[in-house]
Structures are given as structure tokens and as C-alpha cells.
């Protein structure tokens, strides 16, 4: 009697792992931006989850009209309560917990879809990417980026990830955490005339408060708090001097606890304290010591770093200056995205690096240097007398012919002009380069006849 062979089971098709979006948000009076905060991830979302917390405004019936799943959550002075509800209704593998001011370009929201796809199936925290972290990109009324944070607003939908603090809340760390320089999230909801318009600052003191009330000793929440009056301050017109002595106090707190908090809490500390002492000739030393320590907390951060190499170089330091200011050119011009941690103004204002650049060159004698960074910012704005002084001068003590040096500039300025060619002559009579302006000054002439 002859056995029966077994069965060969096929392999099975590996199933492709896809991505469900879940897209969340709490709200409340939010009918001018909820439209867009749907549109930007409807073609990549699985779902969207709106939780009104009270609105008494068109909020609603907007999302409703949208396709959004529209819930209620009776609002409780908790921002961690409303969002963890919210997250308990998702039923997607990936949350986007993003604001109602907050949104994606269609191309990041793309690369985002691609990026979670390659993440692939969870297996496990140990393995597994659970948290994406990317640049949130805060923006005034005038839609340009005043600075630049990382946040964790992209995760896994796992029991394990949760929304923890009253106010400014925070999800569990859980799993393995990735930053996306290339996809970046755009919050408008700190532009002033939005403060005005919400008085988001008022609410968010009175909420840091109550926190404080429960755990005084947080460091966290003084940090916080003290952001927060300073926005309350810088609105009011700097007239509340009680509420710059209390940002003072508490920030002078953050810089002396070693206590883990967000960078950008810590780094605003630093610059707020740096700010208050900066051109006081009687605080040089202070300022140079806070910077110092500012730039050792944070190496690569452009302001910090700006900062302490023009003290440095402002005392005569400029070897210190120049390694420094090296490492952050490096990262300005090798940078791929955006340079989180950072204020958006020196990251697109390269020239207060080179600016520094320039100085710690001319410090250190070195000629190649001086010219090369006195071209970049003269190509750049060729208006800068302080800059076009020194750099003929450098030209000419080093034995350059008044040709040369002509033929130089003109790479830079129209030779054609009148107007331009007398602008080289006064900066030249202005180092003393007496041959040189005549010169230049013949040939403006030849030009007005």
C-alpha cells in the first residue's frame, strides 16, 4: 500500500504593507483654517478625525462639509485629554496629530506617505521606527519662517503612545525615533495678529500656572511659562515690567538646571538672557561667558554660535572665532533642508556668518581669506561701504595693481555707472588709497563727460 505524498503548500505573496493615515486634530473657533488643515491630506489620508471642544463658530459644520469625522469632547483645561480621545476613535496604523494652523505642502505630504511606507510593519519597538520627527517651520503674518524646531507630530497608532501635560503636551517616547529633514510642517498660529485674535498667550499662562500649582519644583513647566509671558510681554509693547522680571527669574532657572527639557526651550533661555546684557560694554565679559556656555550646550546652532564668534571676535579671539564660524559655514552650505534648532533669520541671512567670517580673517592677517569673503558679501550687496573699505585697502597693502584691483571690483559693481564708480572712490579716499580714487574718480568723469 503505497503512501500518500504530502501536499506542497505554495508560498504564500508576501501582502504589501500599506499605510493608513490617520489624520487628527482638535479644535475650537477654527472656521478660518480648518479647510486648509483638511485639504493639505485628504489625497493621502485614510481618515480624518476632527474633536470639536466647544466651537461656537462655522468649525464644524466646515469639517462636516470636508468628509471629516466630526466628534465632541467637553473641554476640561486639558489638551492631553481631548488628543488622547481623539486618538482612541483612530483606527489607522499612522497618526498625523497636526493643528488646525498647521499644514503640509502636497510634495511633503507625499514624501511623508513614502517615507512611512519604507518604515514598513511594526515589529516590535525594539525594531521598529514608531515616532517621525520633522521640522515645524513657525511663520509671521507675512508667511516668512522666524525659526525652525523639530516635533514629534507623525507616529505609530499604538496603545503605548499617548499625549502626557495639561498644556503644552507631549507624546510617551516609545520605540525607535527618526527625523525627516525634508518634510516640513508650517504653523502659523504664533503670528502676532493671531495672538491677538485667539489670546492664545493669556490661556496658555493661566494653564501653566494651575500645572505649576501641582508640581512647583518642574522645570519643564517654569520654562514654559516663562515663553509664554515673554510672548505676553513682547505683545503688550514691553509695558509689564512684572512679567519680564518673572520670564527673568525663570529662564535664569532653566540655564542652571541640568533637568532635561525640549532644546528650544533651553536655547530660548540662553538667548533671552544673552539678549537682555548684548552691546552693555559693562556685561562684555557676562555675555561672552553665556554665549560660551550657550555654544557648548548647542555646537551647531547658527545662532548661539553667531553670537558667542562675534564676542570672540569682538575681544580679539579669532582663531577661536575662525574654527567655529568654519564649522557653521559647513553646515550652512552643506545642509540638506532646513537647519532645525535655529532662528530662520541667520539661516537665510548666510551673510551675518560671513560677515563674522570676514572679521576673524582680518583678525588673523589672512589675506586670501579676507578678499574671499569680503567678494561673497560685496556679490551679495555690493552697498556695504564698511566692507569695500577695508577690502580695497587689503587689496592694495598686498601689492595688487590698481588694475587688478579695478578689474576685480568690476566683477561686482557696474564700471559704467558714475554713481557706482564714485562709491569705490569715496571707500577708497576712505582707506587712504589716494591714487586709487583719482583713478577711479578720472574714469567716472570720462563717463558724465
Not at 505573496?13 to 480648518?34: D, F
Request: glycine share 4%; proline share 3%; hydrophobic share 35%.
Amino acid at each position: 500500500m503505497s503512501k500518500k505524498k504530502k501536499k506542497q503548500k505554495r508560498p504564500q505573496a508576501k501582502t504589501p504593507y500599506q499605510v493608513r493615515l490617520s489624520q487628527c486634530m482638535i479644535v475650537k473657533n477654527e472656521e478660518k483654517h480648518i479647510r486648509r488643515a483638511l485639504e493639505w491630506a485628504k489625497p493621502v489620508a485614510y481618515e480624518q478625525i476632527v474633536i470639536d471642544t466647544g466651537s461656537t463658530d462655522k468649525t464644524v459644520e466646515i469639517a462636516e462639509a470636508s468628509g471629516a469625522k466630526v466628534l465632541h469632547f467637553k473641554w476640561i483645561d486639558d489638551f492631553s485629554a481631548a488628543k488622547n480621545f481623539a486618538l482612541e476613535q483612530a483606527s489607522g496604523n499612522w497618526i498625523a496629530f497636526l493643528d488646525a494652523d498647521e499644514y503640509m505642502s502636497a510634495e511633503d505630504a507625499n514624501k511623508m506617505m513614502e517615507k512611512l511606507n519604507k518604515l514598513g510593519q511594526f515589529t516590535g519597538p525594539e525594531k521598529s521606527v514608531c515616532i517621525l520627527r520633522t521640522p515645524m517651520l513657525n511663520v509671521d503674518d507675512k508667511g516668512t519662517a522666524t525659526d525652525v524646531y523639530l516635533h514629534s507630530r507623525i507616529y505609530r497608532n499604538v496603545k503605548e503612545i499617548r499625549y502626557h501635560g495639561r498644556i503644552h503636551e507631549h507624546i510617551s517616547e516609545y520605540g525607535k525615533m527618526e527625523v525627516a529633514d525634508d518634510i516640513s510642517i508650517i504653523h502659523t498660529g504664533y503670528a502676532e495678529s493671531e495672538h491677538k485674535e485667539k489670546n492664545k498667550t493669556e490661556r496658555n499662562i493661566t494653564l501653566l500656572r494651575k500645572e505649576l500649582e501641582n508640581d512647583p519644583d518642574s522645570i519643564l513647566i517654569k520654562a514654559y511659562l516663562a515663553d509664554s509671558l515673554r510672548s505676553k510681554y513682547i505683545l503688550e509693547n514691553y509695558s509689564n515690567k512684572k512679567d519680564e522680571e518673572e520670564v527673568a527669574t525663570l529662564f535664569k532657572e532653566v540655564i542652571e538646571n541640568n533637568e532635561k527639557i525640549p532644546d528650544f526651550l533651553k536655547k530660548k533661555a540662553y538667548m533671552y538672557h544673552i539678549g537682555k546684557i548684548w552691546g552693555n560694554p559693562d556685561e562684555t565679559e557676562q555675555c561672552e561667558k553665556l554665549c560660551k556656555a550657550g555654544h557648548e550646550q548647542f555646537p551647531d546652532d547658527l545662532d548661539i554660535g553667531y553670537y558667542y564668534s562675534f564676542m570672540l571676535n569682538s575681544s580679539g579671539k579669532y582663531e577661536t572665532a575662525w574654527e567655529i564660524l568654519k564649522k557653521l559655514e559647513s553646515k550652512l552650505t552643506t545642509g540638506k533642508g532646513h537647519i532645525t534648532g535655529t532662528s530662520a533669520w541667520v539661516q537665510s541671512e548666510p551673510k551675518l556668518i560671513f560677515g563674522q567670517l570676514l572679521m576673524a580673517a582680518q583678525g588673523l592677517k589672512d589675506t586670501e581669506n579676507t578678499i574671499n569673503y569680503a567678494t561673497v558679501l560685496l556679490s551679495a550687496d555690493k552697498s556695504q561701504q564698511e566692507i569695500l573699505t577695508p577690502y580695497i585697502h587689503t587689496l592694495i597693502s598686498n601689492g595688487i595693481s590698481e588694475s587688478e584691483v579695478y578689474n576685480l571690483l568690476s566683477q561686482m559693481y557696474d564700471t559704467k555707472s558714475p554713481s557706482d564708480l564714485l562709491f569705490i572712490a569715496r571707500a577708497a579716499k576712505e582707506c587712504g588709497a589716494i591714487e586709487f580714487t583719482r583713478f577711479i574718480v578720472s574714469e567716472a568723469e570720462k563717463l558724465m563727460g
